[in-house]
């Protein structure tokens, strides 16, 4: 029973929350599991409702042997691959590692899905034969008799139909070990001689930036916008009069910060590395077809709305954190034995009145646009999510890269038997440009149960 247990653990874990809230009895989850649709609420309702035993039973012996020691070893080990999947996603704290955050974007949640199914397979297939080892007529026999009826009902229940077609949609969907994860940041950096290259130095970069917006620099900022302006020259796009990559890059010249450390330092080699290749591609005869040309800039390209978004956000938690310095009014000095006053500069922290700030912020903005609002669900290296139900979720503004490789992200259709995990705030839904946080609100990434 431990089994099922720690599979309905998983489930949680998978989704972010309790599918079903109440704790359901046996005869209530079999007019659950007779309904139909809804396969998730009632695989979990499923599970929950197996693991249930009628009777508190002695304490197992610690040593077993026979067909008892595997079962406790399956059990034991889905329980290690929760509390592995628990270590990605810390209660009470937004996701700090890499694929925990995938996970709650919803990459590898369907796939993952399909796995607990198999096994909760797995495990009925064993239940049907338990209450035959166990129904022995002797002392032992009426001992685990509430054992052996709760095996019976498990394995003649709806679960296992419901586990099917599970298995059935999660089928060529992927799986958790598939995710799509951008690598960390590298020192010594590696050259970037590809345009492949180049979009796997940015990802690293910007993944770890926006995981760590209190560590932008001007530094970050200073080489992200002169590697937007480098790729939106390259694509051969005309640069607008006001806002835009030129503008940000004009602006983030002129502002400084403290000096970025650790793998703040390798952030900003990998965007200075990615600069340098994409620099050389704007001279003339440098690369021999015009017509790959065009697709590699394109590519790169798209990796770049994701990147002012990073930017922006990381421009306003720098701001708060007072971590940015303009030129202040100059301090007329005269050197001793000197007639003649020098003028010193001074530099003063950033405000949000700033004209360089409004005008980094602005240009920002205006390349993130209306279209991030799936911001949070894209950063970490585009996690795959799939359709689940047949009815697709209610439209919500996403951002797409203009990549012919992207996949379809759609999420779980939100229904009955809902409800929230306190431990896991939603992520945000950015919309324009002054929303590029992703601290409050809601998202195309969260999960949302059917």
Not at 41 to 49: E, N, P
Not at 60 to 86: C, E, K, L, Y
Not at 302 to 309: G, H, N, Q
């Amino acid at each position: 029973m431990d089994l099922y247990q720690q599979l309905a653990r998983l489930v949680e874990l998978l989704v972010g929350g309790q599918p079903a809230t109440e704790v359901w009895g046996k005869a209530a989850a079999a007019l659950v599991l007779g309904r139909q649709g809804q396969n998730l609420t009632r695989f979990y309702v499923g599970l929950r409702a197996a693991a249930v035993v009628d009777r508190r039973l002695p304490p197992a012996p610690a040593i077993v042997s026979g067909a008892a020691q595997p079962m406790r070893r399956a059990a034991d080990a889905v329980g290690v691959m929760g509390d592995i999947i628990a270590s990605h996603l810390t209660p009470g704290w937004h996701p700090d590692t890499l694929e925990g955050a995938a996970i709650r974007a919803g990459g590898g949640v369907h796939g993952g899905l399909g796995d607990i199914a198999r096994l909760a397979l797995a495990a009925l297939r064993l239940d049907g034969r338990l209450p035959a080892w166990l129904d022995r007529g002797d002392l032992l026999g009426q001992t685990y008799r509430p054992v052996s009826e709760a095996a019976r009902w498990a394995s003649n229940s709806r679960l296992g139909a419901i586990a099917r077609e599970l298995i059935a949609t999660a089928k060529s969907q992927p799986n958790l070990r598939e995710l799509d994860i951008a690598r960390a940041p590298r020192n010594p950096v590696l050259a970037v001689d590809t345009v492949d290259a180049a979009i796997t130095a940015v990802r690293a970069a910007r993944t770890w930036l926006w995981l760590h917006p209190d560590q932008v620099t001007g530094a970050h900022l200073q080489v992200g916008t002169q590697l937007g302006l480098a790729v939106h020259i390259w694509k051969g796009e005309r640069l607008p009069a006001t806002g835009g990559w030129r503008q940000a890059a004009i602006a983030a010249a002129e502002l400084r910060a403290t000096p970025a450390v650790g793998p703040a330092q390798d952030v900003i080699a990998e965007l200075r590395e990615a600069l340098r290749w994409c620099r050389s591609q704007l001279n003339p005869g440098s690369h021999p077809h015009a017509q790959n040309e065009e697709r590699e800039a394109a590519r790169l390209g798209s990796e770049m709305v994701l990147t002012a978004a990073t930017l922006y956000r990381g421009l306003r938690v720098t701001m708060r954190r007072q971590n940015l310095f303009v030129r202040g009014d100059a301090v007329l000095e005269r050197p001793a034995g000197s007639l003649v006053y020098r003028a010193i500069p001074s530099w003063r922290p950033a405000t949000a009145d700033d004209d360089l700030i409004r005008d980094l912020r602005h240009a920002l903005g205006q390349l993130t646009g209306s279209d991030a609002a799936s911001v949070t669900t894209r950063m970490l290296a585009r996690p795959p999510r799939l359709q689940w139900a047949s009815q697709p979720a209610k439209r919500r503004p996403s951002l797409s890269d203009a990549s012919s490789n992207d996949r379809e992200r759609l999420g779980f259709q939100q229904r009955e038997g809902r409800r929230m995990n306190p431990h896991h705030p939603p992520s945000a839904a950015m919309s324009d440009s002054e929303a590029v946080e992703a601290d409050r609100g809601s998202s195309p990434g969260d999960i949302t149960i059917e």
